[in-house]
Each structure stands twice: as C-alpha cells, then as structure tokens.
C-alpha cells in the first residue's frame, strides 16, 4: 500500500471533467497535485481552489511531459502518482473516420499516456518508487460497436501499461507501480453530446458513472496498487466473458444497439431533471 502525498501527483486532463474530480479527490486525500492540460486557462482556473499548481500540457509532448515530472519533483520531494487522464472519443464506423481523425486518437489516448507513463517512470526509477495510473476505460477490454478506432487506442494503452509494470519487476523495481482503471461511461462532456449519437450506443449500455464515483476509486487505487480494476466490477466481468466470445458478442450487437438507446433515452431524462 502507498501512503498519501509520498511526493506530488500529476494529473493530465485537468481542466474539466473526470480528470478534474481526480485532481479535486486526491487533493482532499492529502496530495499535493499538479493540473496539466491543454487548455491553460481552464486549468488554472479549476486548480485555484486545490493550491492553485497547473501547468499546460500536451500530453503528445514528449518533452513536454518530462518537463512536468521534473517539475514536480523538485518542488514536492518527489514524484508519488502520475495520472494519465487526458483523452479523446470520436465515434462511427472506422472507415468513416479519415487518418488525421485515427492519428489523433492514438496520439493522444495511447501516445501521449506512453510519454506520460514513460516521464514518470524516469524520475521514479531513479528514487525508487512511484506509480503510475493509466485511465484505460471498458473499452480497452472489449472491441464496443461504433467506438472502434478509440476502442483500439484504449486496448494499445492496457498492454503498454501491462508489459511495462512486467518490465519494472523483471528489471527488479518493487516499489514502482503501473495500474489501469477501466471504468463505465462517465458523465462528462465527453458524452454531453452523444445522446442522439448511434455512434455512442455502446458506452450507455451499462451503468452510467459520475466522475466523482470514478474519482474515488481512483484515490483507492492511488493507495493501493493493482494492475487492472474495472467500475463496476460486474461491468468488468460482463465485458471479459464478450471479448472470450467474440462470436457470442457479436451476434448480441442488436441487444447492445437497443439496450444503448434505452441508455441514452434514460440519461436524456436525467439530465433535463438536474438541468444539464
């Protein structure tokens, strides 16, 4: 188990959404957090309240992230958790999405976790402990329809995270951790907009999150390492018993489709009642 605060956090895709409320739990539990994201101003202005830490970044910078890292060590005694948060959906049938569409997914979603996970690792390799977790989604575990190209992006980053951690311990690294969390749709505002996206279908078949409850588990995470953990864990079980059948899920795809509408339909209703 690792204690609060051994050192700073870092968390990527800080701005809004789940990797605000990751930032805004880990403060709470005791760690002193840097906010990293694109946007500079919306990171700044949701780091104000947490200790006011925030850096831009483009997690495609592969500098960028090694600035970061060092960045946070220096002022903190250490880097303790980096966070790759930060990540991309574009949905529909793949070949409907041109190259640049595919190429930025992956730079961001697998790429840019990789100079993340890969600029953590330098500063705790060197001090001997650290960990790293990697937001993976459901979606790194199973192929969903309409979210095929990002499906893709999530599952390069689960076996980069997975056969780095087999790395660290071949190479004798006990104490320095790689985990992924693999969580049910979120309601961010990266579903905001897909409540009439067929594309969408597959992430509101299952029990539509808040970033605060994903949050949390991530904080439980944070504390105690493990190289995989879905939310919910039935979700995660559902999910491995389709991709073992390939067949099966496939022939289940107008149960998804109908079951995703139905999804949306009721998250459509409980918007309109929390006024979103």
């Not at 992430?203 to 409850?213: D, K, Q, V």
Request: charged content about 20%; proline content about 7%.
């Amino acid at each position: 188990m690792i204690s609060p605060a051994p050192g700073a956090a870092v968390v990527t895709g800080a701005a809004g959404g789940l990797g605000r409320a990751i930032a805004a739990a880990l403060h709470a539990d005791g760690w002193p957090v840097l906010l990293t994201d694109l946007d500079a101003a919306g990171v700044a202005a949701a780091a104000a309240p947490l200790g006011g830490w925030s850096r831009p970044l483009d997690v495609r910078d592969e500098a960028g992230c090694a600035d970061v890292a060092a960045e946070a060590a220096e002022r903190s005694g250490g880097l303790g958790l980096w966070v790759n948060n930060a990540g991309i959906l574009v949905t529909g049938p793949a070949w409907e999405q041109d190259a640049p569409t595919r190429r930025r997914m992956f730079d961001v979603n697998a790429y840019g976790a990789m100079n993340g996970t890969l600029a953590a690792l330098a500063v705790m390799r060197a001090q001997g402990r650290g960990h790293v977790l990697n937001v993976v989604s459901l979606a790194g575990l199973v192929a969903p329809p309409g979210e095929t190209v990002y499906a893709a992006s999530k599952h390069a980053l689960l076996a980069f995270s997975l056969g780095t951690l087999a790395d660290l311990r071949m190479a004798g690294h006990r104490d320095v951790h790689v985990s992924c969390l693999c969580p049910d749709g979120i309601w961010t505002p990266m579903l905001h907009d897909r409540l009439d996206d067929p594309g969408a279908l597959a992430s509101f078949t299952g029990a539509m999150l808040t970033p605060e409850r994903v949050a949390a588990r991530a904080v439980r995470l944070a504390r105690r390492p493990r190289p995989v953990v879905t939310l919910p864990r039935w979700r995660g079980v559902q999910v491995r018993l389709l991709d073992a059948a390939p067949r099966l899920a496939l022939g289940l795809t107008p149960v998804v489709r109908a079951v995703g509408r139905a999804g949306q339909r009721r998250q459509r209703r409980r918007a309109g009642a929390d006024g979103r």
